[in-house]
């Protein structure tokens, strides 16, 4: 792992993972400023801490503050549900941002390229969090003490090209495989509503092969291992070294007791 910056700025989204990066923030001594996004980011890991509150299209001064504060290392991380219009609008300073994109900016991929691209022009350098938190990154191989049977691995061979694919088309990271044929695939809605509209199966979740994996990876955590579980899926199976698992001994635990086999997979 590289040296860790003395001073992170953080955009922090919805979820459990902008936490567990204050905390390691917190235990290294690691400055932060916090960037958080009005109804999405939880205001109690902002408690005594620095940091603003912006809604989702104000990118200008999202820059201007990182600035002011000299914070130049950035990571981007947590999760954004579906915004209504207003928080939507955007300054000055985005609506430039999509002039000049154009139609570029119509895939989720090509946006983030762009995002990534355009924060690099400010003067900022990016960090994927796996870069700075290793540990989270979804190792290869069987973690739980249950295992696929052969039918099973197959299953997972067949979604990992299948997941690929989906990909490759800017369309999703996720697909059910259940004997031998994939019988879902994840659209603009996300994996959780992919899982709730299946019965049974084996989630299998890859890296986008054109994805910005300093914006973007897919995760695995306890939430997805319960709503698999309440679907009755059998397995899941995430691109090792490529998609993160959060909480990865409660996942662990989870998945025992739901009698589903948790593993990372490789090409």
Partial sequence: MSALPARLGIVAG?????????????????????????NHTDLNLLDARSYALVRLGAGGAMVRMFKEKGF???VVIGSVKRPGLWELRPDL????????????????????????????????????IHEIMPDFLMPDGLLGSVAP????????????????????????????????????????????????RSKGGILVKTCK?????????????V??????????????AAEAGASMIVDKAECIAAADKAG???????P
């Fill in 14 to 38: 919805g979820g459990k993972l902008p936490a567990k990066l204050l905390e390691f923030c917190d235990a290294r001594k690691i400055q932060t400023f916090i960037i958080g996004f009005e």
């Fill in 72 to 74: 130049k290392d950035l």
């Fill in 93 to 128: 300073y985005t609506m430039n941002f999509f002039r000049k994109l154009g139609f570029k900016a119509m895939g989720d991929d090509g946006l983030l390229q762009a995002i990534h691209a355009q924060l690099n022009e400010e003067g900022f350098k990016l960090h994927g």
């Fill in 149 to 196: 049977t052969k039918a099973q691995l197959d299953d997972v061979a067949l979604g990992f090209v299948a997941s690929k694919d989906l990909g490759a088309k800017d369309l999703g990271q996720s697909v059910v495989v259940k004997e031998g044929q994939v019988i879902g695939t994840e659209d603009s809605k996300g994996t959780n509503a992919l899982i709730k």
């Fill in 209 to 221: 092969p054109q994805q910005d994996r300093k914006l973007d990876l897919p995760t695995i955590g």
């Fill in 223 to 236: 939430d997805t291992i319960r709503l698999c579980a309440a679907q009755g899926f059998s397995g899941i």
């Fill in 260 to 266: 589903l086999f948790l593993m990372g997979v490789t």
